[in-house]
C-alpha cells in the first residue's frame, strides 16, 4: 500500500466515523446522536468476539479473530455507496446490491484484504461470516433497545432483528449461542409484542 491508498483509505474511515445509519434516522433518530457506520462495525467486531469465544469454549472450531475482522468491515462499502435502506434493496434486489458494493471497494480502494473480507460476509460460506452476520443483528438490536429506551420508536428494526436472530440460532452451530442470547430474545419479544397490542387497539 502506498501514500495514495493510505490517504484513500483515511478518507473511507473518515466517512465510515462521520455518516450516520439511515435505518434510525428514518425512524426519527436525530441524525447528531444517530449511530455511526464506524460504531455499529466496531460493536459487531466486539460482539463476534465474544459470542465466538463462547463457541470456542463449546469445543466448536472458529477462527475467532477472523470472525471479528469479517464484522469489523462488514459495512465499508456503504462509505462510498451509501447506507442503502430496505425499500431500495427491494427495488434493485439483494444480489444487484451486493455487486455493487464490491465493485465500489474494487474501483475505490486497492485492498484485497477488506475486499475479500465483505465478500465472504455476503456469501455467508463459511462459520466465521455467519458469525459476522449474528453479532452484525445482535449489535443493531442492542444499538435499538436504547433507542427504544430514550423514547424513540425504534420497533420496527427491534423485531425485525430479533426474528433474524432466533432464525440465526436455530442453525447450528450458533445454536449453541442460544443461552447466551435466550434473555435479550425474550425482552425483545416483549417489545414487538406491545406494539403490536398498541396497534392494533389504535386500529
Not at 140 to 147: F, H, S, V
Request: glycine share 4%.
Amino acid at each position: 500500500m502506498d501514500s495514495k491508498d493510505l490517504t484513500k483509505l483515511g478518507k473511507l474511515i473518515e466517512a465510515l466515523k462521520s455518516t450516520p445509519r439511515t435505518g434510525w434516522m428514518l425512524r426519527g433518530v436525530p441524525a447528531a446522536i444517530a449511530e455511526s457506520i464506524s460504531e455499529h462495525m466496531n460493536e459487531a467486531a466486539l460482539l463476534a468476539l465474544l459470542l465466538g469465544e463462547k463457541m470456542v469454549q463449546k469445543g466448536v472450531k472458529i477462527d475467532v479473530y477472523y470472525a471479528a475482522a469479517i464484522a469489523s468491515s462488514h459495512d465499508v462499502s456503504e462509505a462510498i455507496v451509501g447506507d442503502l435502506v430496505k425499500v431500495v434493496t427491494d427495488l434493485i434486489g439483494k444480489q444487484l446490491k451486493e455487486s455493487i458494493e464490491i465493485h465500489a471497494l474494487e474501483k475505490y480502494i486497492d485492498n484485497t484484504i477488506i475486499t475479500r473480507l465483505v465478500r465472504e460476509y455476503i456469501e455467508q460460506k463459511s462459520i466465521e461470516a455467519k458469525l459476522a452476520k449474528l453479532a452484525e443483528q445482535l449489535a443493531t438490536l442492542m444499538q435499538g433497545l436504547r433507542y427504544y429506551k430514550q423514547g424513540y420508536d425504534v420497533s420496527e428494526i427491534i423485531c425485525s432483528m430479533t426474528n433474524s436472530i432466533e432464525k440465526a440460532v436455530r442453525e447450528e452451530p450458533l445454536s449453541l449461542l442460544y443461552s447466551e442470547l435466550r434473555d435479550i430474545i425474550n425482552s425483545s419479544k416483549k417489545i414487538c409484542n406491545k406494539e403490536s397490542i398498541t396497534e392494533v387497539s389504535q386500529a
